[in-house]
């Protein structure tokens, strides 16, 4: 006896309109990490990120974008600068911005815009090589990114001297997916 062969897709299915990964890269040679015990933060990249944050969200919806970082610390050093420092200074549609934090955080989660603190791109004394040196991490952080939204983008904040060179190929040379 034969299995009946599977119905066909219809032919109405509505299309979604995939827009191509925009990259920026920010170069912050001048900061300066610090190593906090198992973590490392960096005031100046911070302040780089509030910038840009307050900068780009004047033309765009808050909740459509999110800040992270690999290290929890540079997180919480940004929400600080950010909601803290500069909460006088702040739009209004950012007052209550809450998409920050790190990695982890924004496992299952995707945005138009995400915007990325490297802070610690120089060679790791433990690890032997520079941070952030996996595949894997890029394209965790594309997976992040909503494609079927109308400017979707990557902005990754770092110094570019210093980018391990995946991340060098992918933010530096390479500006479309």
């Given amino acids: 006896m034969t299995k009946p062969l599977p119905k066909a897709a219809p032919k109405n ?4 309109n995939v827009q191509k990964l925009s990259k920026v890269f920010i170069d912050v040679s ?12 960096n005031r100046e990249e911070a302040e780089a990120v509030a910038d840009y944050l307050v900068a780009y ?4 919806d808050p909740k ?10 540079q997180a919480l050093v940004i929400k ?18 809450g998409a920050i934090g790190s990695f982890e955080d924004f496992v299952s989660c ?6 990325v603190s490297l802070c610690k791109t120089e ?3 433990v690890m ?41 190929k992918e933010f530096l040379e390479d500006k479309e997916t």
Avoid at 13 to 16: G, L, P, Q, R, Y
Avoid at 64 to 73: G, Y
Avoid at 80 to 97: A, M, Q
Avoid at 144 to 152: E, G, I, W
């Fill in 128 to 168: 032997q090589k520079p941070m952030l040196s996996s595949a894997q991490v890029i394209a965790f952080l594309k997976s992040r990114v909503s494609l079927d939204t109308s400017d979707p983008k990557i902005v990754v904040i770092g110094k570019a001297a210093s980018l391990p060179s995946e991340w060098r």
């Fill in 30 to 41: 001048f900061a300066k990490e610090v190593n906090k015990k198992d973590s490392y933060e």
């Fill in 80 to 97: 600080n600068v950010i909601l803290e420092e500069r909460k006088d200074d702040l739009p209004k549609s950012l007052r209550g911005f």
């Fill in 13 to 16: 299915k509505k299309k979604i």
């Fill in 64 to 73: 459509k974008i999110a800040v992270m970082s690999p290290f929890r610390t």
């Fill in 57 to 60: 969200c004047e033309s765009k």
């Fill in 110 to 115: 995707q945005y138009e815009t995400v915007i």
């Fill in 123 to 125: 060679s790791d004394a």
